[in-house]
């Protein structure tokens, strides 16, 4: 069997595509609007686009005004006997629940007949969303009395989300970029040169970007048993940020004592707002506390704090520094933060061309 074409944009349309019979072809769903419906009988419309051609149609459906007019014509929307439930603010015409008006913030309607002529019927669903959030005086005010309608607000509305799109492209760009910078514990992202956690996106809450600015202390949060006890030991060592030797901070978690089996194992850190957010290592029970899952979450935990440290520790450096008018004493710092590998090479040689005056 021949595949028809729509009569429109001539895409070849098979038995399981969805088209629209008219007097001299079909036409295919893509090609009319669900508006094209909207606020009309829908048995009469169909028996209507039977008797026209393809042009015609499309000349409807390039003249919203013209093909509302029709639709009051051949295929009124039946109300069956029931109370308008406004009129329109514009016109004054009574609106009926089926008519499928356009309904604003503050309860005001504008009829079918409103909607074409002021260019509402471009994107219904835009244009619900749109007069939902605002008032017919918000309409009148900032377009109508300046000679626009619709199709005005309709551009604003494509460039808000083109932008918008256009920023979240390349913000996806940027952490793409961060991650491959950066270490990954759990689902965190540490990059040890721009000194910044990047928390990826959860159910309850947006990604975003931590500084080490931020960081205010941390604390290890580990959860065990011992076999023959029913009861769960729980440790939590807490740091101000350089407490020590990250292995002096781990020892510390267990209190002198190791469980048997390890159920989880995590670092809290702290925020300066008061919030706090955990590297979740290990969270599984019944890991044997020398077994391979457990040891490789220790060294885990304490490559995070030593990162932390690290931060930490270059700041107390720096602030060392700045307090110094020593100019060759203060490049022999530099140099042991390079040598440490706590700086760059890069950052080291702008901060000594700075010193210098170069």
Not at 60 to 73: S, T
Not at 238 to 257: E, R, S, W
Not at 279 to 302: E, I, M, P, Q
Request: include cysteine.
């Amino acid at each position: 069997m021949a595949k028809k074409k729509c009569g429109i944009c001539g895409k070849e349309l098979g038995f399981w595509d969805g088209k629209y019979p008219v007097k001299d072809g079909v036409i295919c769903y893509d090609c009319i609007p669900s508006s094209f419906w909207n606020g009309a009988n829908s048995k009469g419309m169909d028996k209507f686009t039977d008797t026209q051609t393809v042009a015609e149609i499309k000349e409807l459906i390039d003249n919203p005004e013209k093909l509302e007019k029709v639709k009051q014509k051949v295929a009124p929307a039946k109300h069956y006997h029931l109370p308008p439930i406004a009129k329109c603010s514009f016109c004054g015409r009574d609106i009926y629940r089926g008519d499928a008006p356009l309904k604003f913030k503050n309860s005001e309607y504008l009829c079918r007949d409103c909607m074409a002529k002021y260019k509402f019927t471009i994107s219904t669903v835009r244009a619900h969303t749109w007069a939902s959030e605002h008032t017919i005086a918000d309409f009148k005010e900032h377009y109508l009395d300046k000679g626009k309608d619709f199709a005005d607000i309709y551009s604003e509305i494509e460039q808000q989300i083109q932008k918008e799109e256009a920023e979240e492209e390349q913000r996806k760009q940027e952490i793409a970029a961060f991650k491959k910078k950066s270490v990954k514990y759990s689902h965190y992202y540490f990059n040890r040169t721009e000194r910044k956690i990047y928390i990826g996106k959860t159910f309850l809450d947006p990604d975003r970007f931590v500084d080490a600015d931020e960081i205010t202390s941390y604390r290890v949060n580990e959860k065990g048993h011992d076999k023959n006890k029913h009861h769960v030991f729980t440790r939590a060592a807490v740091g101000a940020i350089i407490a020590g030797p990250a292995g002096a901070v781990i020892a510390g978690t267990t209190g002198g004592k190791i469980n048997e089996y390890i159920d989880h194992l995590g670092l809290i850190i702290n925020l300066t707002d008061g919030s706090n957010f955990e590297v979740s290592l290990l969270n599984s029970k019944n890991n044997k506390a020398d077994g391979f899952l457990v040891r490789h979450a220790y060294s885990d935990l304490n490559d995070v704090i030593a990162i932390l440290d690290s931060w930490k520790a270059t700041e107390k450096v720096v602030e060392d520094i700045q307090d110094s008018n020593d100019d060759p004493a203060e490049i022999r710092k530099y140099k042991q933060l390079l040598d440490d590998d706590i700086i760059t090479k890069e950052e080291f040689d702008a901060k000594k061309k700075q010193l210098l005056g170069l």
